[in-house]
């Protein structure tokens, strides 16, 4: 099993900056892939970045796409998310995703999700 934990989110101005973290603990998968995926409101849960645990590859959904940036440090077993302009759009909880294989976009081929921390951009 792998246990991954979220940090960093809160309340920010518009045009503000913020950088969440995920732990991940237990049995981790260094040939896996890992996302941050965020739900709004009354909407589904979308996908947001992903990245190659092993090194290499990123993907970014086209609404944070020169904002946002995915990082890891496999030392730390942590995943970032650092989150620069942020709009009031980007409000949601956000949340962290591991999974045994390549997995990209698709939230359905992760196999572990944290509880997810609240992201709160105001206008």
């Known amino acids: 099993q792998v246990q991954l934990v979220e940090s960093g989110g809160g309340l920010v101005q518009a045009g503000g900056s913020l950088r969440l973290s995920c732990v991940a603990s237990g049995r981790t998968f260094i040939s896996a892939d890992m996302g941050w995926f965020r739900q709004a409101p009354g909407k589904e849960r979308e996908f947001v970045a992903s990245t190659f645990w092993a090194g290499g590859s990123t993907n970014y959904a086209d609404s944070v796409k020169g904002r946002f940036t995915i990082s890891r440090d496999n030392a730390k077993n942590t995943l970032y998310l650092q989150m620069n302009s942020l709009k009031p759009e980007d409000t949601a909880v956000y949340y962290c995703?591991?999974?045994?294989?390549?997995?990209?976009?698709?939230?359905?081929?992760?196999?572990?999700w944290g509880h997810g921390t609240q992201v709160t951009v105001s206008s």
């Open positions: 995703a591991a999974a045994r294989r390549r997995a990209g976009w698709d939230q359905s081929k992760y196999d572990y």
